[in-house]
């Protein structure tokens, strides 16, 4: 028996929360049961009481906490409760829960571990736009984000920011995550690292005018806080190539400074008038070479942390079971 959760969290979504609930489809192929959840985080009217007229099982987050802190409450709730196939969706209808069975069929399939939306390709002609009614700035910073993510992890991505998503208990397992602000890029990174099969399917999306994000509450905030999350998957995953870059700078400087005094001092016996530049040289060469061995315990650390990322997954199987059919 395959069994569907489809998760939404919400903060302030009454207005809406009952018909994205009452548009999810009762039936899917290859779904024998579909539960439907909703996930409150410091909600200050009645969604989560609309959620409930609506069919929904709720858990109420009377604190705000933040996406990532609610979505890991959200998997692991997905894993405790048997399932095999998990679907997030934004509790704002800028997404059709129609389109569901669409992100299910790969997983039911067995073609994809993880099926993201992709809101920059238009799904009838395949070509890249913005939404319309997104705004300028959200769209480039989103565009930018994916390609980065999209190079760390050694894939091409079109969409890491998105919440409308699906993922097989396979993928679920592997998803630990960290941030306390968002999980979206995170959990690309995750998944990639651990070699899952990750589909991208353009899907329509609606941006109401007027209507604000109640997540991202400033765009400055969204900015900062997306640049720090892709720094730091940068630093996780790939730390040589990040300390690297960071060395190469004073390293580079350092040793031409440092390079061009000792030239000096070979022809005239005294490094005067250039004995600062030397010293200066030498100093930015050596912070270049501790920023170096830096990135080569990282990379050491990085090992250990992937070990334990797997150790992670393994006591999941134990609590959650079902290892024979994730090892399928």
Same mark, same amino acid.
């Given at each position: 028996?395959?069994?569907?959760?489809?998760? &939404?969290?919400?903060?302030?979504?009454?207005?809406?929360?009952?018909? !994205?609930?009452? $548009?999810?489809?009762?039936?899917?192929?290859?779904?024998?049961?579909?539960?439907?959840?909703?996930?409150?985080?410091?909600?200050?009217?009645?969604? +989560?009481?609309? +959620?409930?007229?609506?069919?929904?099982? !709720?858990?109420?987050?009377?604190?705000? %906490? @933040?996406?990532?802190? %609610?979505?890991?409450?959200?998997?692991?709730?997905?894993?405790? $409760?048997?399932?095999?196939?998990?679907? &997030?969706?934004?509790?704002?209808?800028?997404?059709?829960? *129609?389109?569901?069975? #669409?992100?299910?069929?790969?997983?039911?399939? +067995?073609? #994809?571990?993880?099926? #993201?939306?992709?809101?920059?390709?238009?799904?009838?002609?395949?070509?890249?736009?913005?939404?319309?009614?997104?705004?300028?700035?959200?769209?480039?910073?989103?565009?930018?984000?994916?390609?980065?993510?999209? $190079?760390?992890?050694?894939?091409?991505?079109?969409?890491?920011?998105?919440?409308?998503?699906?993922?097989?208990? %396979?993928?679920?397992?592997?998803?630990?995550?960290?941030?306390?602000?968002?999980?979206?890029?995170?959990?690309?990174? /995750?998944? #990639?690292?651990?070699?899952?099969?990750?589909?991208?399917?353009?899907?329509?999306?609606?941006?109401?005018?007027?209507?604000?994000? @109640?997540?991202?509450? &400033?765009?400055?905030?969204?900015?900062?806080?997306?640049?720090?999350?892709?720094?730091?998957?940068?630093?996780?995953?790939?730390?040589?190539?990040?300390?690297?870059? /960071?060395?190469?700078?004073?390293?580079? /400087?350092?040793?031409?400074?440092?390079?061009?005094?000792? *030239?000096?001092?070979?022809?005239?016996?005294?490094?005067?008038?250039?004995?600062? /530049?030397?010293?200066?040289?030498?100093?930015?060469?050596?912070?270049?070479?501790?920023?170096?061995?830096?990135?080569?315990? +990282?990379?050491?650390?990085?090992?250990?942390?992937?070990?334990?990322?797997?150790?992670?997954?393994?006591?999941?199987?134990?609590?959650?079971? %079902?290892?024979?059919?994730?090892?399928?």
């Amino acid at each position: 028996m395959t069994k569907l959760i489809v998760f &939404s969290i919400c903060k302030d979504e009454s207005a809406t929360i009952g018909e !994205v609930l009452d $548009r999810i489809p009762e039936q899917i192929d290859g779904i024998d049961v579909i539960e439907r959840w909703v996930i409150t985080d410091g909600c200050t009217d009645d969604t +989560a009481e609309v +959620a409930r007229d609506h069919g929904a099982q !709720v858990i109420e987050g009377r604190v705000q %906490r @933040r996406l990532a802190f %609610r979505f890991q409450q959200a998997i692991d709730l997905a894993l405790r $409760r048997g399932a095999d196939v998990a679907v &997030s969706i934004d509790g704002d209808l800028q997404f059709d829960p *129609v389109d569901i069975p #669409a992100f299910v069929a790969p997983i039911v399939a +067995a073609e #994809a571990d993880f099926v #993201a939306a992709d809101r920059f390709t238009d799904p009838t002609t395949g070509v890249q736009r913005r939404p319309e009614n997104m705004p300028v700035g959200k769209y480039l910073g989103n565009r930018l984000g994916a390609n980065i993510v999209g $190079r760390l992890s050694g894939e091409r991505f079109a969409d890491v920011t998105c919440g409308f998503r699906a993922y097989n208990r %396979r993928a679920m397992l592997a998803l630990n995550i960290n941030s306390k602000y968002t999980y979206t890029q995170e959990s690309f990174q /995750l998944l #990639a690292f651990n070699q899952l099969d990750i589909v991208s399917i353009p899907t329509m999306v609606t941006y109401y005018p007027g209507r604000r994000s @109640r997540v991202v509450t &400033s765009f400055w905030q969204f900015l900062i806080n997306s640049a720090v999350n892709i720094l730091r998957a940068f630093r996780d995953f790939a730390p040589l190539r990040f300390f690297g870059m /960071l060395a190469a700078l004073p390293l580079v /400087l350092g040793g031409l400074g440092a390079g061009f005094v000792g *030239v000096h001092w070979l022809r005239t016996d005294r490094t005067s008038p250039y004995t600062s /530049l030397g010293i200066v040289g030498v100093y930015l060469f050596s912070l270049g070479l501790i920023v170096l061995v830096v990135g080569l315990l +990282a990379d050491m650390l990085g090992r250990s942390t992937r070990n334990q990322e797997k150790i992670m997954q393994e006591l999941k199987l134990i609590r959650y079971g %079902r290892a024979s059919e994730v090892d399928e």
